[in-house]
């Protein structure tokens, strides 16, 4: 068992591939069909800078119609992933941003950032999630 327990909840419109994106990272196989989520969570064991990581992986619903449960993923978060889908620029415009301004309302501890200094600190975590989600 991992020392280091983070949750990672993830946001975005319903059907822009959230689920499919945690299910490839915990379970290491696509999902050949899609089921809207409500809510769902995953596990992944990690491993960063050499320590052993627990991962839960929070899905969300992207439907409007669960606005209101959504905020009740965020206690206790450390990470939240926002999705988009990239043949709808609408998608990035405005949920993203939407996204953005719920999560310093609800998690006022989890750091936002747009900054691109950021961006080569997660580079390897982010090119090794790319390759596995290319496998499939």
């Known amino acids: 068992m991992a020392a280091i327990r983070k949750k990672l909840v993830i946001v975005g419109d319903g059907a822009c591939g959230k689920t499919c994106l945690l299910i490839v990272f915990?379970?290491?196989?696509?999902?050949e069909v899609y089921v809207p989520t409500v809510f769902e969570n995953?596990?992944?064991?990690?491993?960063?800078?050499g320590?052993?990581?627990?991962?839960?992986?929070?899905?969300?619903?992207?439907?409007?119609?669960?606005?209101r449960l959504r905020p009740l993923s965020y206690p206790d978060t450390?990470?939240?992933l926002m999705c988009f889908s990239i043949d709808s620029p609408d998608s990035l415009e405005e949920n993203v941003?939407?996204?953005?301004?719920?999560t310093k309302d609800y998690c006022s501890d989890a750091p936002v950032s747009h900054e691109h200094s950021s961006a080569p600190r997660?580079?390897?975590?982010?090119s090794f999630f790319a390759d596995k989600v290319r496998r499939f």
Do not use: H, M, R
């Not at 995953?42 to 800078?49: L, M, S």
């Open 26 to 31: 915990s379970k290491d196989q696509f999902p």
């Open 51 to 67: 320590k052993q990581v627990e991962l839960a992986l929070w899905d969300t619903a992207g439907q409007e119609d669960y606005d």
């Open 78 to 80: 450390d990470v939240i």
């Open 42 to 49: 995953y596990v992944a064991d990690i491993e960063v800078d």
């Open 97 to 102: 941003s939407s996204s953005c301004n719920k």
């Open 122 to 126: 997660f580079a390897f975590k982010a």
